[in-house]
């Protein structure tokens, strides 16, 4: 497809379980980006990768929180030992190269955790 | 540090009203400014952008103006219809190194026909 596609749509999980988020980028874009929605706080970064590596982790929350990212496109962000509070729309975005390429988003993943 | 700070939602107008959605913010550096929608059961989207003070963007009728003395990017509109029922945030990228968007909390808009 053209756009950011990410699975699934819809994950419900209990509490203690783990999960794995699925991004497929644009192709041809080598940033790659993730950002959480929630009610209490709002659209927040996450995390932001460069090909294959991650120079800025800064918004993962907790040590629970990981993600990578392989062959320069796919990237997966898991979530271990699930709590009520993770429960949130998980966006995946992408752009090109250079000084501000616009971020195009996925239709998100939305995270229920019992 | 980098913050945007959005009028508060709920925005209920009727159709062909003027609309008005305060947007502020806080940054180190020199930031590029933005408007996002969301409208519902979709993803989010680029509206338009503006990447240095006294830029105006503007797309569907919409238009923001980079204000640097006053910190501001207050989106408008000057008669709105029914489709441009959505929520709207503003936010800012800061390049350093990470491309990473500051959002505002987002204004919810209903527009009644």
């Known amino acids: 497809g053209a756009g950011v596609s990410q699975s699934p749509s819809n994950k419900v999980t209990e509490k203690g379980k783990d999960v794995e988020l699925r991004c497929d980028p644009i192709?041809?874009?080598?940033?790659l980006y993730w950002y959480r929605q929630s009610l209490g706080q709002g659209l927040e970064f996450l995390i932001y990768?460069?090909?294959?590596?991650?120079?800025?982790k800064s918004g993962l929350p907790s040590d629970r929180f990981s993600a990578e990212r392989t062959g320069g496109s796919v990237s997966t962000l898991t979530i271990q030992r699930t709590q009520q509070e993770d429960s949130a729309v998980y966006l995946c975005?992408?752009?090109?190269?250079?000084?501000?390429?616009?971020?195009?988003f996925g239709p998100g993943t939305r995270l229920t955790v019992l | 540090g980098n913050s945007v700070t959005q009028m508060e939602g709920p925005v209920t107008l009727s159709e062909e009203a003027f609309l008005t959605i305060n947007c502020t913010y806080t940054a180190t550096g020199y930031p590029s400014l933005f408007w996002y929608v969301q409208y519902p059961g979709e993803g989010l989207q680029l509206l338009l952008k503006?990447?240095?003070?006294?830029d105006k963007g503007s797309n569907k009728g919409f238009e923001a103006t980079y204000r640097k003395e006053t910190t501001s990017f207050h989106l408008e509109k000057g008669s709105v219809q029914v489709s441009d029922s959505a929520v709207y945030f503003c936010a800012l990228v800061v390049f350093q190194g990470a491309q990473k968007l500051v959002f505002g909390q987002g204004t919810r808009l209903t527009i009644n026909p």
């Open positions: 192709s041809g874009h080598t940033a």
């Open positions: 990768f460069q090909g294959n590596s991650a120079p800025d």
């Open positions: 503006a990447t240095k003070a006294d």
């Open positions: 975005a992408s752009s090109g190269q250079g000084a501000y390429n616009e971020q195009f």
